[in-house]
């Protein structure tokens, strides 16, 4: 179930990331830019809530950085926080989360 859960939170991360690329493709920065969704699942509440998406770093300019926090009973995948930068760079708490 954990990594079920993980799979939607870098699915949600790489959606994001691709609307930030329409997004600076049309505005020519980054800044302004807004999320999809701020949990995992989307529209989820309460204890339904596996991660909380928001921008790590950013967004400015030249890039942002998205990071979906574990939340609930995702606080026990070993992956931890997940992030993803507008360069591509992906990260995670564990080797081999993405």
């Known amino acids: 179930m954990l990594r079920s859960h993980r799979t939607s939170a870098q699915a949600v991360l790489a959606e ?11 505005n020519n920065t980054f800044e302004g830019a807004a999320l999809l969704t701020a949990v995992v699942p989307r529209n989820a509440s309460g204890a339904q809530v596996r ?7 950013g ?6 950085v998205l990071q979906a ?6 606080e026990a995948d070993p992956c931890g926080t997940l992030t993803l930068s507008g360069a591509g760079a992906q990260g ?4 081999s989360c993405w």
């Open 69 to 74: 926090v574990p939340a609930n009973a995702q």
């Open 16 to 26: 994001t990331a691709q609307f930030m690329e329409r997004f600076y493709t049309t």
């Open 59 to 64: 967004p400015d300019a030249d890039g942002f």
């Open 51 to 57: 991660y909380n998406v928001s921008f790590a770093e």
């Open 92 to 95: 995670a708490a564990a080797a």
